[in-house]
């Protein structure tokens, strides 16, 4: 399994993520976007309306270079944050069945690193959480 369970829990549970691609002249875009888990495929799958349009999907088109964050705050009192990072490669596909009231195109993410934070840890302490790094096998 790519993801932990934690992880994938967490991941069904949060709306929006930030999606991070390179542009063509090496400048990084940062957009927030909607996302869900393909457990068919392995991959997070990006959706959304005059999709093929956009600055992101082009910079994916044009080097498949991603990351994508998804995040939040727990408390402020004390300090805790959870969050999961997949750092892949990103490809431009054609799926129907991704998101039914969106566009055909989407923007899928292979992931290849993974790095995790206080989404598998909800007991301890916020100085005591350690997270969770690892690569991915294509």
């Known amino acids: 399994m790519i993801f932990t369970e934690d992880e994938l829990t967490y991941l069904a549970g949060q709306p929006v993520g930030r999606l991070a691609t ?3 002249d090496g400048t ?11 457990p068919e495929l392995g ?8 999709f093929a349009a956009s600055r992101k999907f082009r910079n994916v088109a044009d080097n498949g270079r991603v990351a994508l964050v ?4 727990v408390s402020t009192d004390p300090w ?6 997949v750092r892949g490669t990103g490809e431009i596909a054609v ?7 969106l566009d055909d195109e989407v923007i899928r ?5 993974i790095i995790s934070f206080g989404v598998d840890q909800p007991d301890l302490a916020p100085h ?9 096998r294509p």
């Open 28 to 38: 990084v875009q940062v957009n927030p976007v909607g996302f869900h888990f393909n």
């Open 22 to 24: 390179v542009q063509p």
């Open 43 to 50: 991959t997070i799958d990006i959706g959304g309306f005059n």
């Open 95 to 101: 799926d129907p069945a991704a998101y039914p009231d």
């Open 70 to 73: 998804v995040d939040d705050v």
């Open 109 to 113: 993410i292979r992931p290849r690193r």
């Open 128 to 136: 005591e959480l350690t997270p969770n790094n690892r690569d991915v």
């Open 80 to 85: 805790r944050i959870r969050c999961v990072e």
